[in-house]
C-alpha cells in the first residue's frame, strides 16, 4: 500500500529537526495532509550493573516536568555506538567495557521519523558527567529493575522511550540471562 506524494513544504527547521506538511493520496484515493517531525537517529541507552541499572533525571520544558528517563540522545557522531558511548559518558557520567545493541523502534511513526537503537552497557566505570547546557543540574540514580518496573507502573516514569527501551531489557534478559 503506497501513497502518493503531491506536495512536500517546510515549515520549520532547526538543528535537530525539520517538519513539513506533506499533501498526499492514499491508496483509496482520499487527500490527506501529514505534519511530520523530520528527526535524526537517536540512541538509548541501558547501563546495568549485576541486578542495578542507572537513570537519569532531566527537567524536561515542554511538559514542565522533571522526567526519569535511560541515557539518550541524537545521531551527532560516526556511528550508533560512538553516540552510545558518547551519550553515556555525557548524561550519566559512566565508560563502559562493553556495548551491545539489543533492538530499536520508532519513536512515534504516526508523525514522526525517528528511530531510535537500544544499546545495552555493561562494564560500568564512573567517569563524570559532560552536561550540555539544557541538561545542567541532570541527576544520575542507580535504581533495582524492579524498582524501574513500580516507577512505569505507577507513573514516575512517562517518557515514551524509556518505557520502550525497558520493554527491550525485559526481553533481552529473558534470553541472555
Known amino acids: 500500500m503506497k501513497w502518493t506524494l503531491k506536495s512536500k513544504k517546510e515549515v520549520y527547521k532547526n538543528q535537530y529537526m525539520v517538519v513539513t506538511e506533506d499533501e498526499v493520496i492514499t491508496d483509496k484515493g482520499y487527500n490527506l ?3 511530520i517531525v523530520h ?3 537517536a540512541v538509548g541507552i541501558i547501563p546495568i550493573d549485576g541486578e542495578y541499572i542507572y537513570l537519569v533525571k532531566q527537567y524536561r520544558y515542554p511538559i514542565d516536568f522533571d522526567s526519569w528517563e535511560f541515557p539518550q540522545g541524537h545521531f551527532e557522531h560516526k556511528s ?3 553516540a552510545a558511548v558518547h551519550e553515556l559518558h555525557e548524561e550519566a557520567g559512566l565508560s ?3 556495548f551491545k545493541m539489543i533492538g ?3 519513536l512515534a511513526p504516526g508523525h514522526n521519523t525517528q528511530e531510535y537503537w537500544v ?3 555493561t562494564g560500568l566505570k564512573e567517569v563524570g558527567q559532560k552536561l550540555d547546557p539544557d541538561e545542567e543540574g541532570m541527576i544520575v540514580g542507580k535504581f533495582k529493575i524492579s524498582e524501574v518496573e513500580k516507577m512505569i507502573s505507577s507513573g514516575i ?3 515514551g522511550p524509556t518505557i520502550s527501551i525497558f520493554k527491550l531489557l ?3 534478559l529473558k534470553k541472555h540471562g
Open 33 to 35: 495532509t501529514y505534519g
Open 39 to 41: 528527526k535524526k537517529e
Open 80 to 82: 550508533i555506538q560512538e
Open 96 to 98: 563502559a567495557n562493553s
Open 104 to 106: 530499536n523502534f520508532y
Open 119 to 121: 544499546y545495552v552497557a
Open 157 to 159: 516514569i512517562k517518557d
Open 170 to 172: 525485559e526481553i533481552y
